[in-house]
């Protein structure tokens, strides 16, 4: 599985965790806050991936697009630990989950759309080096799952 492909697909695991929460019964705290402890890994671990292996690669040839989307990072790593300090049932969880799900949403938009970096880097990597960086992003991943775990 080549790097866009799996970077794709977390994004579209992550949407769906995004709609589960939106769609949890609001009593349901204990419920709601495995969603989001599932939300939050699943956001670290992706970022890291991205940061760690893949926009290096892309970095080359899309240097404003990777600058970009580590901005975009930042900010929503800054919204996690917001989340983070918050309960599920303080009155602004929901809002700043909402600007987070937002945040996410408008990253993936500009990193798949025309012109992102997945593009971009379908454009001027080798087939064999984004399965490369895809086997290396499968890698990273594991071992943070591992780490999590522990």
């Known amino acids: 599985m080549n790097a866009i492909d799996i970077l794709k697909k977390d994004h579209q695991e992550v949407e ?22 599932q939300i939050d890994r699943a956001l670290i671990i992706h970022t890291d991936a991205e940061e760690q292996i893949f926009y290096p690669a892309a970095k080359k040839f899309s240097p404003d697009s990777v600058k970009r989307a580590l901005s975009e990072h930042h900010e929503i790593k800054e919204l996690l630990v917001d989340l983070i300090d918050l309960e599920v049932d303080d009155p602004g969880f929901d809002n700043r989950m909402k600007t987070l799900i937002q945040r ?18 379908v454009q001027n990597l080798h087939t064999r080096e984004l399965v490369d960086l895809g086997r290396r992003i499968l890698q990273l991943k594991k071992e943070s799952e591992e780490e999590l775990a522990a």
Not at 21 to 30: Q, R, T, V, Y
Not at 104 to 121: P, S
Request: aromatic residues 10%.
């Open 16 to 37: 769906l965790l995004f709609s589960e929460f939106m769609s949890a019964d609001k009593d349901d705290f204990s419920g709601r806050a495995d969603l989001f402890q």
């Open 104 to 121: 996410v949403q408008t990253h993936v938009q500009e990193e798949e759309g025309r012109g992102g970096v997945m593009e971009i880097a």
